[in-house]
């Protein structure tokens, strides 16, 4: 298990997404109802900021296209073939990591 810390617990309320980078990598999380949710965050379609879209319940709508995913598993509400890449969030001491395997 390797974990890359991205964010204070605190920082990201419920019903908000934001993106970091840490690490070279662009990490996409969310917090649904208290929990979070890490997705890559680079657009399955065309290198859009998933960490920039639209949160409504746990579904992001990507800022370029539109298109949306379900945070809680990657997976696109409309194309069962399109899943974006994610990560398990861990948290620890008020922090919230993303788990790189
Ligand atoms: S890059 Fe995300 S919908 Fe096109």
Known sequence: ?????LLE???LPPGNCREVVA?????????????FHI????????????????LRGSVVTCPW???QLDVR??????????CA???AAVLQD????????
């Open 1 to 5: 298990m390797a974990l890359i810390p």
């Open 9 to 11: 617990e605190h920082e």
């Open 23 to 35: 690490e070279g990598r662009v990490f996409a999380i969310y917090n649904v109802e208290g929990e």
């Open 39 to 54: 997705l890559d965050g680079i657009c399955p379609h065309a290198g859009g900021p998933l960490g920039k879209g639209t």
């Open 65 to 67: 296209h539109g298109w």
């Open 73 to 82: 598993t990657g997976q696109h509400c409309l194309n069962a073939r399109v």
């Open 85 to 87: 890449a994610r990560y």
């Open 94 to 101: 008020g922090k919230v990591l993303a788990d790189v395997g």
